[in-house]
């Protein structure tokens, strides 16, 4: 009725605008709901096509946000990309599926096919990389980078995986670091760990407050505790043990179930395997 400054082509693009100003809907039925929603772009079929009144969203693709109705200052672009969200505001979706049944979460980040597939509430997330993120439902604060990194997160917080398959499995851990390829991917619940170099802590799952540096370090641990590794196969055996710190190559890297043992210097106490309290 009274809107200005609007364009629209494309069947029934902007059909039920009345006063919304400076829209664009180019496609078949883009912003076809939009009443009074200003500013607002969407290129693609059905894109932006549910939006009734927020304003400064930006949809290419078909199906692109095509559920928002008030969530506002969303980017999405990408078949489907954004396309459950209503409420979510500051978010913005790269590649096909990104963020697809994301709600009510807000101002996150998903570049990559499938990436944050599965969030609907979460906030403050990133994720980088084909799948990174995607089963994450209502985690907030996480970072992952890199091909299905942090892929299985669905409530945790507070995670950091950079790297492909980096902390993969981690379904409500929370507060993990792990940098590089396959780090950390076996962890599931535990929390606190540190793990950067391919592989380290790779077999790790219940094992919480670890440090793990170097290839392959602590790699086959899976629920010791308050273990530190530095140094490519140091502790690289240790499964079940606790209180252990290996400094050096391969230090410490047949130990299985020793506990509080201290090692430092290359291949230091690297054929121990059960005994306890060494330094």
Not at 105 to 111: I, K, L, M, P, S
Not at 148 to 174: F, K, M, P, R
């Amino acid at each position: 009725t009274t809107g200005a400054g609007n364009t629209a082509v494309g069947q029934s693009s902007l059909i039920a605008n009345t006063t919304g100003t400076q829209n664009v809907g180019l496609g078949a039925y883009t912003l076809d709901a939009n009443t009074t929603g200003a500013q607002n772009t969407a290129l693609g079929y059905n894109a932006l096509g549910g939006n009734t009144t927020a304003g400064q969203n930006t949809a290419v693709g078909a199906y692109a946000l095509d559920a928002v109705n008030t969530g506002e200052y969303n980017t999405a672009m990408g078949r489907q990309s954004l396309s459950e969200n209503t409420s979510g505001s500051y978010n913005v979706g790269l590649g096909a599926y990104s963020l697809q049944l994301n709600t009510t979460g807000g101002h996150n980040t998903a570049v990559g096919g499938n990436a944050m597939f599965n969030n609907t509430s979460g906030d403050f997330n990133v994720a980088v990389g084909h799948e990174a993120l995607r089963q994450n439902g209502s985690g907030d604060r996480n970072t992952g980078i890199g091909r299905y990194a942090l892929y299985s997160n669905q409530t945790a917080s507070d995670n950091t995986a950079v790297g492909y398959n980096a902390a993969q499995q981690i379904t409500t851990g929370q507060s993990n670091t792990c940098i590089g390829s396959f780090a950390g991917d076996g962890i599931t619940t535990a929390d606190y760990n540190t793990a950067v170099g391919n592989h380290a802590a790779g077999n790790t799952t219940t094992g919480a407050s670890n440090t793990a540096m170097g290839q392959g370090s602590l790699f086959y641990n899976s629920s010791g505790n308050t273990n530190t590794a530095l140094g490519r196969d140091a502790l690289h055996f240790n499964q079940t043990a606790d209180n252990n710190t290996a400094v050096g190559f391969s230090a410490m890297k047949a130990n299985t179930t020793g506990t509080q043992n201290v090692s430092v210097g290359n291949f230091a106490l690297d054929a121990n395997t059960t005994a306890n309290e060494n330094t």
